[in-house]
Nanobody
């Protein structure tokens, strides 16, 4: 397991951008596949993006393809979600998650380590 803490959530206008960050605690951070999930009020938590280890292409849910980018900086034990052209439907609580082994397509059950969440509101 790895302890994770998100930051960067905010309220923005539609069309704007945000960058979320997630800092991890593990010395073996570079061995984890990393993900961002989100949950809107009254809806189930859904996967947004996953960055796999081993050179596998990142996974993005269709709703964010071309607008969001997931990346990592293992030296800082931090990964990011750059969100551009934000829409009101992108609003929700955003969670980062990590696990050493993640399936494809990814699902919530693949991840054992979770951050507490950061709120994104797009109006």
């Amino acid at each position: 397991h790895v302890q994770l803490v998100e930051s960067g959530g905010d309220s923005v206008q539609a069309g704007g951008s945000l960058r979320l960050s997630c800092e991890g605690s593990s010395y073996t951070f570079n061995s984890f596949s990393l993900a961002w999930f989100r949950q809107a009020p009254g809806k189930e938590r859904e996967v947004v993006a996953v960055l796999y280890t081993g050179g596998i292409n990142p996974y993005y849910t269709n709703a964010v393809k071309g607008r969001f980018t997931i990346s990592r900086d293992d030296d800082k034990r931090t990964f990011y979600l750059q969100m551009n052209s934000l829409k009101p439907e992108d609003s929700g609580m955003y969670y980062c998650a990590a696990n050493r082994v993640v399936g494809y397509p990814p699902g919530e059950a693949d991840f054992k380590s979770w951050g507490p969440g950061t709120q994104v509101t797009v109006s």
